[in-house]
Every structure is written in structure tokens, then in C-alpha cells.
């Protein structure tokens, strides 16, 4: 009996030491979120390892006064599985998308990440806790820098042109970007509907395309050239206008 007390019990300097734990270690994971201007930082990731250790705590130790009770089960991880699918709802109010563009999805893993962290710290897994901290932060600071050093030569960029749909239209699109070495993985044309056009008018479309770019600066080069072309109406780089003409206006005029 002493035994079962035992384990269904802890002491308040223990319980205090938990819930600081907690703190400091999703603190830590928050700082870098924090420090790289993310939606959810350091006192978001703070609450919620303190959150789910203090649940983790309650569901272990909370109800210790029922074990002796012939007709109650006490089930330590119940209130734990509530958290590990209730943390998803936070989680996806980090991710944020602009059009083709994701972004928030390392936010919201390390908050779920967070939490499984303070789970384990309110039940006592100390080692796990710890170890798993260390990796998090790798993974956020050294393994963020080396896949930016490994993706630099393949990453890739949106691009949406407006343009007269005129004869070799494309064909100057790609060579402006060929002579500044950058690779067209993708193009999407989607030309205009010819009935809605007016009498005598030229007609438009527009090139959606993927490309390969190792250098921004060679990229706003091609940009810049391409929006030199009098059947060029608009250029936008990943759902931002960079530049625009008024419609029927010609540059050199």
C-alpha cells in the first residue's frame, strides 16, 4: 500500500521542479521561433510545454485520492491522448498560405514537438525530455542553415507574366532568362477568351512558370529585361506585382 502511494503521489518540490522545467525547456525551442519572427514564439511555446506538462501532471497525480475506489481505473495517459490531438488546432493557426506558397508548417510542428515535450517532463520522462529539446534545436538552427546550403542551387520560384499574344512571345521570355542562367522547369499559358475581346484587339495571356534560381540577383536582371518588352503588361513574383504598365500604353511611347 505504501508502494501504490508511491507512485500516485509527489511532492510539491517535485511537482514545482517539473513545471519549471517545462518552461525552460519550451522556452528554449520558443527563443529561436522567436528569434526568426515567427507566429508562434517564445511565450506561445512557453504555455503550451507548460500547458501539457501541468495536464500530464494532473492526469498522473491529479486523481491519486480515487486509486483505492473498488469501481474507478485510472488511466494516466487519457488526458494526455487529449492533448496530442487538441495541440493540431493550434498548430494549424500557424500555417499560413499565399497562393502557391506554404509557410508556418516548422511553426507548427515545433509546437506540437513542444507539447509532446511537456508531456513528458509532467510524467517524469526527464531523459526524453531533455534529449528531445536537443534535437529540436538542432534540427531548427544547424539543419535549417545546412538544407538552406543544399537547397540554394534548386530552389524554386514562382513566377506570372501578362503579355500580347504575339508570335516568339515565349520564346524572348526564356532566352531573357537563358542568358542569366536560369532554368525554366514549368510553364502554364492561359490565354485569353477571344470573345470577349473588342475589334482590332490584341489579344492576351498569361504565362505562369517555375523556375530554377540559384541567384536573386541574376533573377530581378531577367525580370527587369523581360518587363522591357513592349507586349509585356505585368510581371508578378510569387503573388507580388513587381512591375505593371497601364493596358494599351506602350513604354516606348
Aim: charged letters at 15%; hydrophobic letters at 50%.
Amino acid at each position: 500500500m505504501i508502494q501504490a502511494a508511491g507512485i500516485w503521489h509527489i511532492s510539491h518540490g517535485d511537482l514545482l521542479l517539473r513545471l519549471l522545467l517545462a518552461v525552460v525547456l519550451g522556452g528554449m525551442v520558443g527563443m529561436e521561433r522567436e528569434w526568426h519572427h515567427h507566429a508562434a514564439g517564445f511565450r506561445t511555446h512557453i504555455l503550451v510545454c507548460l500547458g501539457s506538462a501541468t495536464i500530464m501532471l494532473l492526469s498522473i497525480y491529479g486523481f491519486s485520492d480515487f486509486v483505492a475506489e473498488p469501481n474507478v481505473r485510472i488511466d494516466p495517459a487519457r488526458l494526455a491522448a487529449q492533448v496530442i490531438s487538441g495541440i493540431g488546432f493550434l498548430g494549424a493557426g500557424a500555417i499560413l498560405r499565399n497562393g502557391s506558397i506554404i509557410s508556418g508548417l516548422t511553426t507548427a510542428a515545433s509546437v506540437w514537438v513542444v507539447a509532446a515535450i511537456g508531456l513528458c517532463v509532467g510524467a517524469g520522462f526527464l531523459y526524453a525530455a531533455f534529449f528531445s529539446t536537443g534535437m529540436v534545436l538542432i534540427s531548427l538552427f544547424v539543419l535549417n542553415k545546412w538544407e538552406k546550403q543544399l537547397m540554394r542551387h534548386r530552389r524554386q520560384h514562382e513566377l506570372t507574366i501578362m503579355t500580347k499574344d504575339v508570335p516568339g512571345v515565349l520564346g524572348k521570355i526564356a532566352s531573357a532568362f537563358g542568358e542569366q542562367g536560369i532554368a525554366i522547369d514549368h510553364v502554364k499559358m492561359i490565354s485569353e477568351d477571344p470573345a470577349s475581346l473588342e475589334e482590332d484587339e490584341i489579344p492576351t495571356m498569361k504565362l505562369s512558370l517555375s523556375l530554377k534560381v540559384s541567384n536573386q540577383d541574376k533573377l530581378l536582371a531577367a525580370m527587369e529585361q523581360i518587363h522591357a518588352y513592349e507586349f509585356v503588361k505585368w510581371v508578378q513574383s510569387e503573388g507580388k506585382p513587381l512591375y505593371s504598365t497601364s493596358v494599351g500604353i506602350s513604354k516606348e511611347s
